[in-house]
């Protein structure tokens, strides 16, 4: 700790909570002496980024993510002396130009494919962008309507969803594009089975199956969804879905193999996509006793704030161990050091 002459103070960082976050999101600091008798507030820095104070106590601070902040040490700077710096992982912008709705999809490679899905009914120049390991972001589909999931199957052909044609499309790794399955109504969130079945969520209330043969069932029904349904399979082969409603308490949606619907966890707001890491982990973006951001499930069902943002869409995780996280018009990459699910 750096101290200023003259004063006995120590202030101290015990904790950070959550431990990593994107530009714009908050983060609260817990420790002690961090407000300096009859000072002004003190100035929280991510490396040398000034963040905005939103709630200052001697031993709690609210501060906001700065844009242009990295990843490293956080101190605070009571005015009379500084803490020791505490690790902080903050989010390094990979580009700002796009309008995911949902999860992007990464490959083997580690390229990410992610939309720009527009309004409804609108036709925008490039559909689904490619972004490569070293953030270089090319045009990839162009001419689909509304895309909105996105999913790889086990040979590594990208499928996507229209939520304006309620078509599913298949789309090789050279951008050729042929209709997959019809009629799938609001078609939003898909996700594979080990068996290579695909799933679709009709946000107006059901859960598709398309069998390999391009059979269509179907799987479930729950309550509708405001925006779109979204899906991953965990680790027992058990479908998870979210679908944000016009309540503020929803849920985490668990369906079992043969379709029977239950509740894996209740008290989110506005649940969005969702993710696995290796470990059985499940990340949810979504609010959490009005905290917004990236929300992490146990396997038992105990949640926490991992990653704090706002107008978070989705995520992903890459082979490098880092995690992707699109915002309604931008995608964010931290590194977590965490493996996530292999998807099939």
Known sequence: ?????????????????????????????????????GSTH?????????????????SRLVVRVPEGA?????????????????????????????HPVANPAIDAAGNIYTTFSGARGQKVPVSVFKIDAQHGV????????????????????????SRMEGTIFRVTPDAQRSAY?????????????KAGNLYVGDRTGTIFKINPERQIFVFATIEPSVSAYHLAFGPEGHLYVTGPTTSSFD???????????????????????????????????????????IVRLTAGGSAELFVSGNNIVGLAFTPRRSMIVATNNSLIELFMGIEGKPLI
């Open 1 to 37: 700790m750096e101290k200023k002459s003259g004063t006995t103070e120590s202030p101290h960082i015990d904790k950070i909570t959550p431990l990593a976050a994107i530009p714009g999101g908050e983060v609260a600091i817990w420790g002690k002496s961090l407000v300096h008798n």
């Open 42 to 58: 003190p100035t929280v820095r991510f490396g040398g980024q000034p963040g905005t104070i939103l709630l200052s106590s001697s």
């Open 70 to 98: 990295v990843s490293g040490n956080l101190t605070v700077d009571t005015g009379n002396a500084v803490t020791a710096p505490a690790p902080m992982t903050v989010g390094l912008p990979v580009t700002d130009t796009l």
């Open 138 to 161: 090319h045009p990839f589909l162009s001419d689909l309507m509304n895309p909105t999931g996105l999913a790889f199957d086990r040979e590594g052909v990208l499928y996507i969803s």
């Open 181 to 193: 399955a019809e009629g799938m109504g609001t078609a939003t969130g898909m996700a594979f089975d």
């Open 251 to 293: 849920q985490v949606y668990r369906v079992s193999p043969d379709g029977v619907v239950n509740t894996f966890y209740r008290g989110l707001g506005r649940p969005q996509g969702l993710a696995f890491d290796a470990a059985g982990n499940l990340y949810v973006a979504a609010s959490l006793s009005g905290r917004r951001g």
